[in-house]
């Protein structure tokens, strides 16, 4: 039998429209659909009648099913002739392991496609008012996982600080003590601004925002929850003007 | 007369399957439509019968009409009472100048909403097997802007070579020798790997793989031509296993 296809999709930050039309396409098309726990359920919706779904959720650290499964899960399926969507939040290739799926896909010569999404590092930062780039003020930014540090591997705080620019850190709430102290270790200015954006690009969407010196201390007293995006820079003081999710009618 | 509103749209970076379903959506609702050299002007196929067009393409330096002009035209659609979509290239707030343009409205107290657009810093390496975060690879990526140095504001090369993980350069071949010199001064292995990619996510895209030491004079050999995104660092080797879009039937 020939080998079914596999679409590694983008699911987008949660707001549904933030799907690619080609996204669209390919979920209504698929006979299977491999997903983690989605900002957005309804992305289902666009599946075709009959189709086999496979709910692998990762939440958080705690991964559902291991991920030599999941990349062993889409190998058979495809082996079995199906056209198969692996769905996941955000970009495929921002975080969430679909590297690793790509390369299982390779060595077991499965054919595959990557249909990238929207990332949630630039577009909850958008939703909450906040440009990642802005003229003059921030030519650069970089994106960062907080959650790795939870792996014993810590970050280089001192080479983040030297950057003048935005800073996005994606799953970094738990660890946002840790950050915050790094970062003013290697000399970042403690009136640097920041923001942590909780639901973003979604209805819930919940922002807050401080400074690199009493954020810490405010997500304490606010019981501000994970999980959320922090952004540390400048342009976070474009949001006195720019936030317009927040203020829609 | 009651305002319209101004959506500020990214086009995404190349095929068209990659604008999101909420921008198809407000393209088919637009009046009007401003918009730059697109990668993919299908996108205005579209737009409705009577759609007021109007283009103010930019072609790297050299812009048609100037920034301020842009922004005064926004601001008199949307006060003559038209729905208007500025479209973008890529995400709007991923340079490009959205946030300026963002500024603008929200000063003249026009209603704007930001629909993000799939960057071409994340997408395009990922079309040609390149994922810019990978697991114990590359736990981060930095994206900036080549055009910048063009004005006169070098960047400090020195704290992105201190970063071990994923540079994506937008805008930089023309600057190539001043970036690799820059990262290697700045105590950048010789050997990194380098890719940069031309039209990335369209059919004619093309591929270039070196390593810091040798991608300027092969890009001198090769006739390379700008535009085309540079990434920098060990995940460009994915692409030996993960190319697969190049590789298409």
């Known amino acids: ?20 039309v080609k996204g669209r396409r390919v979920l209504e098309h698929a006979d299977a659909i491999v997903y983690d726990r989605l900002a957005s359920p309804r992305l289902l ?52 392991r679909g590297g ?27 939703y909450a008012g906040i440009p990642v780039t802005y003229r003059d003020v921030s030519p650069s930014f970089t994106v960062v996982t907080g959650h790795r540090s939870t792996e014993g591997l810590e970050l280089d705080w001192n080479a983040y600080a030297k950057l003048s620019d935005t800073l996005v850190v994606l799953m970094g709430v738990r660890q946002l003590p840790r950050i915050v102290a790094g970062l003013l270790t290697a000399g970042k200015s403690p009136t640097t601004p920041v923001a942590l954006i909780r639901w973003g690009t979604r209805a819930a969407q919940r922002t807050l925002v401080g400074t690199l010196e009493d ?15 922090i952004v540390v820079g400048d342009v976070v003081s474009s949001r006195d003007e720019l936030s317009w999710f927040e203020s829609l009618p």
């Open 215 to 229: 954020i810490a201390e405010t997500v304490r007293q606010t019981r501000f929850q994970s999980p959320a995006i």
């Open 45 to 96: 919706g666009y599946a075709k009648p009959g189709v086999s779904l496979y709910y692998v959720g990762k939440v958080a650290d705690d991964h559902t099913m291991p991920q030599r499964d999941i990349e062993q899960l889409l190998i058979s399926l495809a082996r079995a002739g199906r056209n198969v969507v692996r769905l996941k939040g955000g970009d495929p290739f921002v975080f969430g």
């Open 1 to 20: 039998m020939a080998s079914g296809r596999v679409f590694l999709v983008g699911a987008g930050p949660g707001d549904p429209g933030l799907l690619t």
């Open 100 to 126: 690793e799926e790509a390369l299982a896909l390779a060595k077991a010569d499965i054919p595959f496609e990557v249909v990238p999404g929207i990332t949630s590092a630039v577009s909850v930062p958008a």
